[in-house]
């Protein structure tokens, strides 16, 4: 087959997000766009007999997307590609497929939880051996190979179609068609006690899961209708669809509204949950409850040794910066290391590698193990489950009970959606440079003890990420984290992380934004976040 060698232009050389390349539809079906993005990729990367695994969530566009990319890499010498069926595969189904297989890396198409559609979204992931995404090395790399390209190698031919299971030729390079689902349920079985989940389903247990029309669908059918017994019905929105149906595949109690007003209404099963665009977030709910990601990640690791994964117990939990720090306590009551990274599951990648951290969690809807390397969601899903069916109680009684023992972090996250950029950048340029001014400060009944421009070193390889948000420390444990989103497509969003914890023998009954409202009220003034954003309020509170 003819390999053609097209000039192009370097593109904007933007620096990967928290999470791959994300930009407009428009502008990776821009010609040339993907092509040049995806040599730079392979540039930085050495492909020469690369085994490689590809999948998306199922996205407007990732059908073209992968037809042009199958060329670009038979075109760079990649030896085999493995692919979901009809380019299908979850992000953590992808990672454990290239772990599964030994393979050098993978690509994942995908823009998480961001809308998809025509005028929506779309995105571009390197995952490396390991199975998680790129750390700031490579995606450094990839930036410099965009910033001074100047051609991208294509076959001339059109790429198969990826419908068929099995292996096609295309050039030098095999393309191997797998089933997206079965080696995932297979690892889930391997991971929890299946028959204990099935036994209490079979009892009075009723469950909903709603997949988002989004990639876990056809996982979560398998695996809690199929495999668990759930009836039919149990697993909603199960079928993805190329826009997610119009909505925002982002489980949490805004775009999830529909599960979330069930579950607090009162005809609720007694276990929700709901998942993302590319299946690696997560959101639980019990009848009558909803658990912060951070609570979740807390009462995981205080029972994960009920599951049969980890009944070995886990060596270390690690979080992000602006999740609540109630997995720190469940760590030091466990003996165990706490760990604080910057926002973003790369991250984790060398602490889970090095045996470091078993459990990990984010605040937005991100948890996950050493079983892979990215977040996972039906995993966090099973986690749930498998210790319901062990404990038999019902999640709230389970996350009153974590509350009493250890006390409670009230919680919330405050976005700031779609802000001018140059408005975001003063907000956080003038608070740096307040920065040492702020400590001994009062308002709202709030002082501040410690302000800090989070910085992270690798305890296993001592790289240094500089500038990865503010942390604000109050007297008496209330924290407030401010951070510029890295992967949204318009303007900016400023994050705010709220938490305030309540010590066990005090009242944990409070609504969260009331438990909070100091804390609200002094990081507003203390940041002038009217003053820059020109907002009232935030747009989304979570
Ligand atoms: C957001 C979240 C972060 C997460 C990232 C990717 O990033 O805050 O915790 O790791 O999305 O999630 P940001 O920079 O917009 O705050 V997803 O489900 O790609 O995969
Ligand atoms: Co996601």
Not at 65 to 73: D, E, P, Q, V
Not at 95 to 107: C, M, P, T, Y
Not at 117 to 127: A, E
Not at 501 to 527: G, M, R
Request: aromatic share 8%; charged share 20%; proline share 5%.
């Amino acid at each position: 087959m003819t390999i053609q060698t097209i000039p192009t232009a370097p593109i904007d050389g933007q620096k990967p997000g928290t999470s791959g390349l994300r930009k407009k539809v428009s502008v990776f079906a821009t010609p040339g766009y993907l092509e040049t993005y995806t040599q730079a990729i392979f540039d930085a990367v050495s492909p020469e007999g690369a085994v490689l695994v590809m999948g998306g969530d199922g996205r407007y566009f990732n059908r073209e997307a992968m037809a042009t990319i199958l060329r670009i890499a038979a075109a760079n010498g990649v030896a085999r590609v493995i692919v979901g069926q009809n380019g299908i595969l979850s992000t953590p189904a992808a990672s454990h497929l290239i772990r599964k297989r030994k393979a050098n890396g993978g690509l994942i198409l995908s823009a998480s939880h961001n809308p998809g559609g025509p005028s929506g979204d779309f995105g571009l992931k390197y995952n490396i051996a390991n199975g998680g995404p790129a750390p700031e090395a490579v995606t450094d790399a990839i930036v410099a190979c965009a910033d001074r390209i100047d051609r991208y190698k294509i076959i001339a031919a059109d790429a198969p179609a990826l419908s068929n299971l099995g292996e096609v030729r295309f050039g030098d390079m095999v393309i191997e068609v797998v089933d997206p689902v079965s080696d995932y349920a297979t690892l889930m079985e391997e991971l929890f006690d299946f028959d204990a989940i099935r036994q209490m389903i079979a009892g009075a247990f009723t469950l909903r899961f709603d997949a988002m029309h989004a990639v876990t669908g056809p996982y979560a059918t398998e695996i809690f209708q199929q495999r668990l017994g759930a009836p039919s019905g149990s697993v909603i929105n199960a079928i993805p669809s190329e826009d997610f149906g119009g909505g925002h595949p982002d489980p949490n109690p805004v775009w999830a509204k529909p599960l979330y007003d069930l579950m607090l209404g009162s005809d609720a099963p007694d276990f929700g949950a709901a998942s993302d665009g590319d299946g690696d977030r997560n959101m639980i709910l019990g009848r009558g409850i909803y658990v912060t990601p951070s609570d979740s990640l807390a009462i995981l690791a205080a029972n994960a040794h009920l599951v049969p994964g980890y009944q070995i117990g886990i060596a270390g939990v690690a979080r992000s910066m602006p999740t609540s720090t109630a997995s720190d306590r469940v760590a030091d009551h466990l003996g165990v290391e706490a760990f604080q990274t910057p926002t973003g599951w790369k991250f984790f990648g060398n602490l889970l590698d090095a045996g470091r951290a078993t459990l990990c969690g984010e605040e937005s809807a991100g948890t996950g193990s050493d079983h892979v390397r990215e977040k996972d969601g039906l995993w966090a899903v099973l986690m749930w489950l498998n210790i319901l069916a062990v404990r038999k109680v019902s999640v709230a009684t389970l996350v009153k009970e974590h509350w009493a023992t250890f006390g409670r972090d009230y919680y919330s996250r405050h976005d700031y959606e779609g802000i001018a950029g140059d408005a975001a950048a003063e907000l956080m340029d003038a608070l740096k440079d307040n920065l040492s001014s702020l400590p001994g400060k009062s308002t709202h009944g709030m002082t501040v003890n410690a302000a800090e421009d989070f910085s992270y070193t690798d305890p296993i390889d001592g790289s240094v990420s500089t500038g990865q948000g503010i942390i604000l420390t109050f007297e008496g444990g209330a924290r407030a984290m401010l951070r510029l989103s890295g992967t949204g497509t318009e303007g900016a969003t400023l994050r705010v992380y709220l938490e305030q914890y309540a010590p066990p023998d005090t009242s944990h009954d409070l609504d969260a934004q009331t438990a909070l409202s100091n804390v609200i009220k002094a990081t507003s003034e203390l940041v002038q976040i009217e003053h820059f954003t020109k907002r009232k309020a935030p747009d989304v509170i979570t």
